[in-house]
Structure formats: structure tokens, C-alpha cells
């Protein structure tokens, strides 16, 4: 959340290599993007429209005042969940469960700003309804996106996003001119540190760009063998392939573009250069539409690496592709243990059974395939053996470039497995993971890998709901939002296979917690509905929960804003004798403490849910030891989520009492919580509450000021629930209250925070300005923060701000100091302290 006015690039990834190129087509979009509202870059898989759209952005959005914002769809393969994915990407809490294409309409009719859909192809009609709708809607936005097909929409301006130039055959060149070869050597000198085009090796370069028809993706997967092959060999072997099978390589399809023809030759080499057991990682693993951590790939893998070792499970291998034993295969393609797959890439040999087995998904025996059923969900403990062979085969296609490795610190790839909030992930290029997907379906595998997919979730959710009443909510959270691409796979899954749809509502039902505290109900109510519709069967019993958080939540917050909107407690409404007796909490929860973890949460829930319904009826004295016994009941867990609601509970009623001090102490809590400062949302409801208990002491200015900076909060949100009392303390006449409600809206959520507390608005501890680095104050105090070491999470804490904007502000250093890692950055900002 940044500051009015603010400019920021929102979701995109930091570019891990350089911008090679595109000079021209990057005029032009900016030119084309000046004069229309709807700009698509079209082209062929391969050639860089996502790179090229994130370069565009990055120059306009400068004339964007709510800045430019990603929205990546490679992963969304259901068109109805298009509007949640935009939703999800603006950071918008829809609370009211409504309609999500218009819950985006209304947050964007007032805003200024670029909307950058990416990859759209596979959803298009999806991506046209929306398009249409905002566009109908609001005059300040405009649209980029990337595909390989028109959206369709009448003011849609086409921008055909073309290869890299490279020099006909034969023809004298430098070499700097091609941005094909400038991008080659570029991407070659990551592999062969010093690599340089020569008078000795330009003509082979210029030749291997050439039959790769300038294609940047091809390029780059070529360039990877340069630490194996000279440009000679590089370039020769490649001939032979486009030469002698071009017909095999597109499995006799004569209408396959040329082009499509060229990647595919691409993509096939690096399959050949994986060893056996790191194809059949790409095939299970591509059921990953996000990022992936060591434990889910693992689940996926399952027991199918088990039992497979030297020349006996390559050889097995071999014979499900077709290809002959790799001791037979070239021993100069560039891999160490095993070989390059023959050039017989359609031809069809007998399936080893064994092999069969594994790649299904089935255990082998000693006597051949076991039941299928066994450990078919990936259930059961994961061997030593089992997370080596995997760890093995996640690095072999990092160093391949098949994975693009995120997160994690500098260290070695080998640094242990990653937890579900955070550490090192893992993803798959789209085009990769097709691959990967007609690979594992030739297999049969399919079924069996989107099922362990599933149960896997199904347990981390579990695992997760059982927890969620303690300490690390934040971290739960973090881990969750990492994951949501791939539980939306686990979930579509459930609602398109027979049989499935009770594992989908357990999977639904359990994540209740992370939908609520999302702000994600409509989407919830999505699944819900079509899973329970499925099944056949009303009321879902896994699904109760979910329910239940759905209808406290509001009811809790609109009893609350009731309050508050009237500005003044309300009066007694309830006689002593109608008010209800309740049961202390300890005889509630008796002595179970197996379900205690999912329950405690609707037990606390409950109580603040009548401590505003007290309040709401002029009865805040009963309302104050409900919120006192419940809040002990948080503290002791280390709970945070539900101790924000009981603050805000406690704080309403002592306000309404007259305990003006304790009131404001109870928000103050509430705003220190780490939770709390990483939602903005639940900054945004305690600084009202705030605001209304400063006026109540007398200090007009101050209430104006808290106001305003959640009334900044609201907007960026997309709903401002106490709109009404914001006119009715702000009349058009009062200019002190005007000015401070604007000094107000100007604050960051950090500045609110520390302006909320009574701290100093700026702790700025960096270094002094410096010439020519292209940093902002608080961008010069994350990278000190990133030289010592610290995590985005880390940071998030340190400054009091959420992670996603600590994750933004990394992002946006290493695009301005043109780095690739964090590493680089500490080394920069430690020559600048010397």
C-alpha cells in the first residue's frame, strides 16, 4: 500500500536475466498503449510477449497514479475463475461474498492504472467479458495483455510480437547488431563464465539462431548446453535434428508452424539431455501449475523414484521411449551417467512392465507391479532414499533450466527442505509444463499424479486447520497464498473426477480459516457450491465450519461499524434479566483436546460475536469480561487472527463505557500484532475504531488524521465500509478537518501504523542520499536491511509492513540496480557503506 500518488508495479516477477533487444516493439507498445485502451502483444509460444509486457509496463507506468498490476493466468485453466484470479491479484477483499467480475468493476471504476493479463489464450472469452466490462465501466484504466489469439473486443489494438532478428545464412555480421546473437552470447556467458562472439565462433552462432528461427525461448534452451558442447557441436547436432526428423519431431503433423516445429525441437533436446529419472520429475511434476516446495513434489513423485537404480532402471526407461539402452545412445549429448535419447522420438517399443508401474504411479516388487491402489494418494511417510532421488532430480532440471528456481536464500540448492511458509520453490515455464503434461498423460500417469496432488493438499490443509489456533498464522498464510494455484488444481480436480468430490469438500472445508482471512468468500462460495451440487447432498457436513466463519465474520464487523457510525454508544436495549448467561470457556472446551485446534477458533469467534452484540444493545459492561477471558484464552496459545477481533470487540466496549484510555490502549494492542500489520484490512477497521475513541477524548486533528489514513486504506482495498461517517464528521466546510484528513490519506500503512502508536513517522535509517542510485529513502533502507541478511519476512516485521510490500520493494531494488540475486545487492550496498 503505497502513499497517494504513488507509482508501483504490482505482482511482477524481478527479471532474472537481462532485457535483451526490442527496441522497436517497445516504442511501439508504449505508442500504441498512449492511443488505446486495450493493447494485446500477440506471437508464437516462445518469444517473449510476458518479458516484453513487463518491459512496456515498467515505462508507463509512470502515467498510471494506482500504478500497474499483474495478473499472471497460466495457472487458471477455468475461465469462471478469471474474475477471482483478478480479484485476487488487485488485493481486493470482497467480504459480502458478492459477484467477483462486479466486485472488480466497482473497485476499478474510479482508479487510474494499467491491468496486465497474461497469458490469456486458453481463456480468452474469460478475459473479453472482463476486459469489456471494466472498460465499459471506468475512463482511467487500460488493458495489456499478452496472448496468442485477439481478445475479439472492438477497440483492441494488436501488437505481433515477432523473433529476434538474426542474419540470413552466409551473410557478414558482428554479431551486436542481432539482438538473436546478442541474446545468445548473453545467456551463454551465464553458463561459460567469459564466453564472448568471436571471429571464430560467429558464423556457427549466427547459424544455430538461425535454424532456431530467433525464437528467445529456444535460444536460451540451446544456450544451456553450452556447458557441455562447443558452438560448433551445439550447432551441428541441431542441424541433424531439424534436418533428418523434422516430420518425427512434430509426430507427422505437416500443418504445425514452422516455427512451433523449431521450439519443439528445442524443448525435445533438453528432454533428451535429463536424465531418465529427471523426464519422468518434469512429466509428474508439470501437474504443478504455481511454485512448488521440496514436500510437494515429493507427494507427486511418490514411491514412483523407489527401487530405481543404474543401468537396470535406465534401460526400463529407455524401452517405454523407444530409445535403445543408454550405453548405446551418444556419449557427447552432454550428460553425465546417461545419454541423449535417440533420434527416434515417435517411434513405439514394448513398455517394460516394471517401468510401466513406476511412471503410473504403482510400487514395483520384486515379483513386478503391486496393487495400483497402494499409496495411490502419496499417503505414508517419505524415505531417505525417496527425498534424495527427488532432491536429485529438482536440482538436474534447475541446472537445465526446465525449473526456475524462486525464493530461498543464495545458499546452496542442497540447503533442506523448504517449509509451507517459505524457503526455496520451484516453477515450470507454461510451455514446459505442457510438455511435461502430454509426456505424463503418454504414460498413463495423469489420474495417478493429480490424485496424490490432491491428497497431498488435502493433508497440508489438515495439518494446517489443526494448528491454525496458534503462533504462526502470518506464516500459515504466507505459505497458503504460495500454494493457491495448486489448490485450485487439487480442487478442479475433485469437481471433474467421479468419485472425488468428498475429498474436494474436506479440502474446502478445512482451508475455511484461509478463505475467511483472505477476504476470498466469493471464491469460497465458488467451490462450495459446485462441489456440494456434485455430490448431491445438502448440507455438507465438512463444509459446517466454513458456514459458520462466513456468518460470524460480517455479523461481528457490522455490528461493530453500527456502533461506530452512530458515533455516540448506543443506548440500553436489553433489560439485566434478557441478556444471556454464559458458560465459562474452561467448561465449554471440557477436556478434548484432539479437536481443540479447529474448535477453539468458532469458541473465541463466538463470544466476540455476542461482546458486539452486547454493545450493539447498550450492554458493553457484559461485554467486557466475555472479551477479557477470551483474550487470555489467545494470548495463552499465541494466537493473533481471532485476539484482533477481540481487541476490536474490547476496545468498542470500553469506549462505549467512557474507559476512553483503555479503549485506545486495546487498539494500540490490536495494531501491534504482527498479523495485523501484515493485513491491511485489519489496520484499516482498528484505526477507525481508533479514530472514533480520539474524538471521544478530544483531539479532533488526530481522529481526522486516522481517518483519512483509513480511509487510503479503504480505496486501495476496494470498499470503504464507513463511508457515511466519514461525511458526517468531514462536512464540505471544515477545512481543519480537511487537511487533516488529507495529511491522513497521504500516510503509507507503515506511516499509519507508527502515526497510530505515537511513534516517528520516518525512522529512515540509511545511508545519506546517493548520486545516481535510483532509490527511494525507504528502498536505500531495505537493501541495508537485505545486506544483513534479512528475509522479506524479516523486513516485513523489522519495518512494520506486510510482506507483500517488503516483496515489492525487493523486487523493484534489483529491477533498478539491474541484479539478478540478493547476494549482489548485499555486496553493492557494502561498498557504499565503505
Known sequence: MGAAGSRRMVGFPVPGTSFVGRRHELAQARRLLAATRLLTLTGPCGVGKTRLAGRVAEGAVRGFPDGAWLVPLAAVRDGTLVPHAVADALGIRDEAGGAPLDTVVAHLRERRLLLVLDNCEHVTDACASLVAAVLGASSGVRVLTTSRHRLGLPEEQLLTVTPLATPAPGDACSGAEFPALRLFADRAAAVVPGFEITDGNRAAVARLCHRLDGLPLAIELAAVRMHALGVQELDERLGDRLGAHYRLLTCGSPAAPPRHRTLRTAVDWSHDLCTPTEQLAWARLSVFPGSFDLGGAEAVCGDTFEGRSGEEGEEAEARVRGEPHPAEADPAAGRTGTTA?????????????????????????????????????????????????????????????????????????????????????????????????????????????????????????????????????PGTLAGLRAEHDNLRAALDFCLTTPGESPRGLRLVGSLWFYWIARGAWAELRHWWQRLVLREGRRPAPELTRAHWAAALIPLVRSRTNAVLLAGAPHPPTLAPHETPDVRPLAEVLGGDRDDEGRLLAFHILSRVELATTLTFHGRPERAVPLCLEALTVCEAHGEQWVRSYVLGALATARWALGEHEAAAESARRCLRLPYVTGEPHAVGGTLEILAVVTAARGDAERAAVLRGAAHRIWYDLGHDPLAAQRQAHGPPGDTAYGDAHRRGYELSVPEALAYALGEPLSPRRTAPPLPDTGLTRRELEVAALIASGMTNRQIAERLVISRRTAEGHAERILAKLGFAARSQVAAWFSGLSR
Open 341 to 473: 535419447q535417440a533420434d527416434t522420438d515417435c517411434s513405439h517399443g514394448e513398455p517394460d512392465p516394471a517401468m510401466t508401474a513406476r511412471a503410473s504411479g504403482a510400487p514395483v516388487r520384486a515379483g513386478g507391479p503391486a496393487d495400483a491402489g497402494a499409496r495411490a494418494d502419496g499417503a505414508g511417510a517419505v524415505s531417505g532414499s525417496l527425498r534424495t532421488a527427488v532432491l536429485d532430480a529438482v536440482i538436474g532440471l534447475v541446472e537445465k533450466s526446465v525449473l526456475v528456481r524462486e525464493g530461498g536464500g543464495a545458499g546452496s540448492l542442497r540447503g533442506g527442505q523448504a517449509g509451507s511458509g517459505g524457503g526455496t520453490r520451484y516453477r515450470m515455464l507454461a510451455l514446459l509444463r505442457e510438455y511435461g503434461m502430454e509426456k505424463l498423460e503418454a504414460l498413463g500417469a495423469d489420474g495417478d499424479c493429480r490424485r496424490r496432488l490432491c491428497a497431498h493438499f488435502v493433508r497440508v490443509a489438515e495439518e494446517h486447520e489443526r494448528s491454525w489456533f496458534g503462533p504462526d498464522q
